[in-house]
């Protein structure tokens, strides 16, 4: 895309007071040359908004919502609230390096939707054990009903043109972590253009799903089923 395009960076931020202001300074470096927003939309019931104040970095929104909203229901949020000609997700634990962001605006030069892997071969992730595990079961189970041929779904960092992640946005029905999916799905029924980029990643503490990769991963499988049932396997 070129240069000059406006980014809006939606971050979905649930109870992230303690990582949300490290992952803007990293951020800000990286966005000063173009014009940019960062839209950090807090769900839960800790002090995200003050600390994103007290971040300090200029270009931020910070949209409150007292009420759980569940990522998908927090990315919609944000999506429909963006100014930018490209939409990038981004989660709030800065879990990929900031300085990975050229490479997903660059693929958007050809693609209209742009998706971080951490499971290419040429991709740089460190994970735990029960964590790939977790993802290599999953991965097979979303191509076994969807028939999407990513490796990593789940990846909080995504690239949209903003025209494209504002259509697909208003259609999704998910709410909170197969969101992804079903944007996938849609996009992939639309006959978008969508391409996977090998990312650096480093799994970071104090996450949901790091401490009940278990259980969470369960709650993702549930709720991919039923997610499949919702398109009548269409």
Not at 71 to 89: E, F, P
Not at 160 to 168: C, E, G, P, Q
Request: aromatic fraction near 8%; hydrophobic fraction near 40%; glycine fraction near 6%.
């Amino acid at each position: 895309m070129a240069k000059n395009r406006a980014i809006s960076i939606v971050i979905p931020a649930y109870n992230e007071e303690k990582r949300i202001g490290p992952t803007l300074r990293e951020l800000a470096p990286v966005l000063r040359k173009r014009p940019y927003e960062i839209i950090v939309v807090a769900d839960g019931q800790d002090d995200t908004p003050a600390a994103v104040k007290k971040s300090g970095i200029r270009n931020v929104r910070i949209l409150p919502h007292r009420n759980r909203l569940g990522k998908g229901g927090a990315l919609n949020s944000g999506i429909a609230s963006a100014k930018g000609n490209v939409i990038v997700i981004y989660d709030a634990d800065g879990a990929m390096p900031a300085t990975e962001l050229p490479k997903l605006l660059s693929a958007l030069e050809h693609h209209d939707i742009a998706i971080g892997t951490r499971y290419s071969s040429e991709s740089h992730a460190a994970l735990t054990p029960l964590r790939k595990i977790a993802a290599w079961s999953f991965n097979r189970f979303v191509r076994l009903l969807f028939n999407l041929p990513f490796s990593d779904t789940q990846c909080g960092f995504k690239a949209f043109r903003a025209s494209v992640a504002k259509d697909l946005s208003a259609r999704t029905q998910q709410r909170r972590f197969v969101w992804d999916v079903e944007m996938l799905y849609l996009a992939k029924k639309e006959g978008l253009r969508v391409v996977e980029v090998p990312i650096e990643w480093e799994e970071k503490d104090g996450g949901d799903l790091a401490k009940n990769t278990l259980k969470s991963t369960w709650k993702i499988f549930r709720d991919t089923l039923k997610l499949r049932g919702q398109y009548r396997w269409n």
